[in-house]
């Protein structure tokens, strides 16, 4: 059990850089998209019109990993105090309530998310560059799924020692 820990955990640090990258490459592209949009409507005096059918599928992208990933370290709204102030025990109890209520969530938006993706996309385009608007809702179960693992790993205790999880957290924390 202690190595399927490890192992789950290790693959959640990889996981959890990979997302990071993901999302920060993800807002990159927002921005400069939307810099365009703004230098071009600005010098020339006509806007281009796909740059807001670009923006929402960089942002939905954007949110749905960013918010994924981001519950692998607790960044989702909590009472901190209350949880720190609380007993060993009741630590636990609030760990596996969070869990499961993340678990929950998870699978509802991988389930609704997958039938709205498949529902919208066998018809639907977006208006000026006829992108299929599967794209635009996938972000929702990749979300989801994110969401899920990531929520389990911050719920699941961590065997490995102080110094490996020091280790991944101070490489992501300087980008080497």
């Not at 923006?55 to 990933?69: D, K, M, P, Q, Y």
Request: glycine share 10%; charged share 15%.
């Amino acid at each position: 059990m202690r190595e399927t820990l490890i192992w789950y955990q290790t693959f959640l640090d990889w996981l959890e850089r990979a997302g990071f990258l993901v999302a920060m490459v993800l807002l990159a592209l927002l921005f400069l998209n939307t810099a365009t949009g703004i230098i071009v409507d600005q010098v020339v005096g006509n806007s281009l019109v796909w740059v807001e059918e670009i923006n929402n599928l960089l942002f939905a992208w954007t949110i749905f990993v960013g918010a994924g990933v981001v519950a692998r370290r607790g960044g989702h709204i909590g009472v901190d105090m209350f949880y720190e102030s609380s007993g060993r025990r009741i630590q636990g109890l609030l760990r596996i309530v969070y869990a499961i209520a993340a678990l929950i969530i998870a699978s509802v938006m991988v389930y609704f998310g997958l039938k709205m993706a498949s529902f919208v996309g066998k018809s639907q385009t977006s208006l000026y560059l006829s992108i299929n608007l599967y794209w635009y809702y996938l972000s929702i179960p990749v979300g989801g799924a994110l969401l899920g693992l990531m929520s389990l790993g911050a719920a699941l205790p961590d065997p490995r020692s102080a110094a490996d999880r020091h280790k991944f957290t101070a490489t992501l924390e300087n980008g080497d």
